[in-house]
């Protein structure tokens, strides 16, 4: 089969690869109908996510069709279309059976590699290295689903991939970081970064009660995309200086939650971000968490940080002053996907939001490395790649703005 | 003065050297009679530093100490190399300290190789620490989300354990309490040994001992406790072994991978997902774009 493989910094190919098999009773295997690229692959793609080998198949956002189970298998059949959670979870440890997949304790096969780095292992992840389980990924034709019986969301007929992929991973990922924010009658948050994982804070910061949503970032087509379709109010950092605006906004009070959906590659407008980028090159600071520092800064006392935006080890001069001293509540973590799949799937069905509306590109799976590069360098106003794997050049898509070469 | 101390004197002797070294290259150069290889000398400082850090952080700093050994004996090598005239009799006195500061770093490498804390220095001197160790014993922990019974059903079975210990080959059961074990040795070798149960407590306990004859002389006991609040069974394991050739067969092993204190948490965490999932998660034989399916440098070294 073709896969989409990582070989290096700034070097993905889509190469000839063994068809997956199935190696346990509970695997199954896909044919992968439409498989995404995340922010989070950036990260993998800038060589900043250590524990990758050449030759990786990676991506974690993918949904397909059924093509065969293994014998201990009993709730899927050949021919079933189902999303994949990005975080492999048992169903069976102490931490799924309370919810919390992406913590689960027996699917990194790799565990005292993360144990060493973490203290202790989260769940395995496709294709995001080999701390974090070493799995093939699903920018690919097929991919092998361990632990399939718990690990899918079925998925009717009338719904098409485009509606549906994102609850493998972004959508949840939005929704959980609002969660995470409790939010009351009235409360303002901020959203730090307007890519896909920020959209879908914004969307769900609304559909969880906020009264106003404010989306911060530095590309317009993001920030049309925050205003227009989330409704959101924007603030673009290269305009206008992030803290002074959001007091203005607020009334001196700051938001009552902010959501750090950047992570570890911020770009900032300041010095600190030339000083951040520097420490980060010499190897001194693996992460550079400038969003998360104004996060901090700007809440308002007693409010919560809620951070989906991934880090991936340390990071420096974070105001732990301010937390203490303003009491703020943070809150953090790979998303618990499986928990969210079936609710947020019915807000869909519902018509409540539909997730395709951050898809700016579909293309080929053959040209992943062209999707990485422009997505990377935000060319073409590059929100969201959708992978179509079979399809040798890019394919016509419906959604507003789509750009095709 | 004991072991420990030694050992962290020569780690802040290395710091203290090393820093020396880099923070002015040029006068120590001077000193030792080497002037005309400051450059080299600036990589013997890094080198001091890493050793010294070495020897402080870890447990057990035999290598790093035989690595300040080897050292020595580059230094030396370097020293021997100095010019003429008056550098050379810098350079002879600066190799006699050296070779003293050698014989410090045997007689601490020793020590620390020997493994029985309590033997210390007499060791070296009456060659007791030399015969095979009596390592410190290898534990570890995990919690199981299964009753006690269960677990120790499962585990009582010696027949299922190879399915989760990839180091084992087969276990018998021979009846009355005792067992035959075969298991992978260090490249390529098997091993194999009888044992009897020394002492069971259903649901609570289990110890067990190698029988006379066995290469590799091992004990231990595995015990089963509920976790507070219901959340499972708690597994302490605790081997003692005695590997085949002492010291030199514990390094040969380690260089193979079989070594006790890495594999045994690892076939804990094989036990759990075997008991909790009915499978051993793995990536082995899944597809990707290189000959191998899995990471050599990531994936097997804790995996085989």
């Known amino acids: ?405 | 003065m004991n072991e420990q101390t030694l050992a962290h004197g020569l780690g802040w002797f290395s710091i203290g050297l090393g820093a020396a070294i880099l923070i002015a290259p040029r006068r120590v150069a001077q000193a030792v009679g080497v002037e005309n290889k400051h450059d080299i000398l600036q990589m013997v400082g890094v080198r001091e530093i890493i050793t010294g850090i070495g020897i402080l952080s870890e447990d057990r700093p035999a290598r790093w100490l035989w690595g300040r050994v080897a050292g020595d004996a580059m230094d030396i090598a370097l020293l021997a190399s100095a010019p003429k005239l008056d550098g050379r009799t810098r350079a002879g006195v600066a190799m006699a300290v050296v070779g003293g500061i050698a014989l410090v770093d045997i007689i601490a490498s020793v020590q620390h190789s020997t493994g029985d804390r309590r033997s210390t220095s007499r060791s070296l001197f009456t060659g007791e620490g030399l015969n095979p160790p009596v390592k410190r014993p290898v534990v570890a922990t995990i919690t199981i989300n299964k009753p006690a019974e269960e677990i120790y059903r499962f585990w009582r079975n010696f027949e299922n354990l190879p399915r989760f210990m990839s180091h084992l080959l087969a276990v018998t059961d021979t009846g009355d309490g005792h067992s035959h074990w075969m298991a992978k040795g260090p490249a390529g070798t098997e091993i194999e040994w009888d044992a009897e149960i020394t002492e069971e407590r259903p649901d609570e306990l289990i110890s067990w001992r190698s029988l006379p004859g066995a290469k590799v002389q091992n004990s231990g006991t595995v015990r089963f406790e509920p976790a507070t609040g219901g959340r499972g069974t708690v597994l302490h394991v605790e081997l003692h072994y005695r590997p085949p050739g002492g010291v030199v067969g514990a390094t040969i092993a380690k260089l193979f991978g079989e070594a006790p204190e890495k594999q045994i948490p690892v076939d804990l965490m094989r036990v759990k997902q075997l008991l909790e999932t009915g499978e051993i998660a793995s990536t082995a034989g899944q597809p990707a774009g290189r000959t191998r399916s899995t990471s050599r440098k990531y994936d097997d070294w804790l995996r085989t």
């Open chain 1, 1 to 405: 089969m073709k896969a989409n493989c990582w070989y290096g910094k700034h070097d993905m190919r889509v190469v000839d690869v063994p068809d997956p098999k199935i190696l346990n009773p509970r695997d199954a295997i896909i044919r992968i109908t439409s498989t995404a690229i995340c922010g989070s692959d950036l990260h993998l793609y800038d060589g900043f996510i250590p524990t990758m080998e050449k030759g990786d198949i990676i991506g974690h956002e993918f949904m397909g069709e059924v093509v065969e189970v293994g014998p201990g298998i009993k709730n899927l059949e050949v021919g079933d279309r189902i999303v994949v959670p990005f975080p492999i979870s048992c169903g069976n440890c102490h931490f799924c059976s309370q919810s919390l997949f992406s913590l689960c304790e027996n699917s990194n096969p790799n565990a005292p590699m993360a144990k060493k780095v973490y203290g202790q292992s989260p769940a395995g992840i496709y294709g995001y290295s080999h701390m974090m389980g070493g799995y093939a990924g699903g920018q690919a034709e097929y991919a092998r689903v361990p632990y399939a019986d718990v690990d899918h969301l079925k998925i009717p007929e009338e719904l098409t991939d485009e509606q549906v992929l994102f609850l493998s991973d972004i959508f949840p990922t939005g929704y959980m970081a609002a969660e995470s924010c409790n939010i009351q009658p009235g409360d303002t948050v901020a959203v730090w970064g307007c890519g896909p994982v920020g959209q879908f804070a914004i969307k769900s910061a609304y559909l969880l009660g906020a009264e106003r949503v404010i989306g911060i970032d530095r590309f317009p087509e993001r920030l049309r995309m925050a205003h227009e379709e989330g409704g959101a109010e924007i603030i673009n950092y290269e305009e206008v200086n992030t803290y002074d605006a959001l007091m203005e906004m607020t009334g001196g009070r700051g938001p009552d939650s902010c959501i750090d959906a950047v992570g570890m590659e911020a770009h900032g407008a300041t010095l600190e971000y030339a000083y951040d980028r520097a420490k980060q090159a010499l190897m001194l600071e693996p992460d550079r968490p400038i969003a998360l520092r104004e996060a901090i800064r700007a809440c308002r006392k007693g409010g919560t940080v809620s951070i989906p935006g991934v880090y991936g080890s340390l990071g420096d001069k974070i105001p732990l002053g301010a937390i203490v001293n303003k009491g703020l509540t943070i809150k953090s973590g790979q998303t618990h996907v499986q928990r969210y799949m079936k609710p947020l799937l019915e807000r869909v069905q519902k018509g409540e939001i539909n997730p395709g509306f951050v898809i700016t590109h579909e293309m080929g799976l053959e040209e992943a490395p062209k999707a990485y590069d422009m997505f990377k360098n935000k060319e073409r106003e590059c929100i969201k790649v959708v992978l179509k794997p079979g399809a040798k050049r890019a394919v016509p898509v419906g959604s507003p703005e789509t750009v095709i070469p």
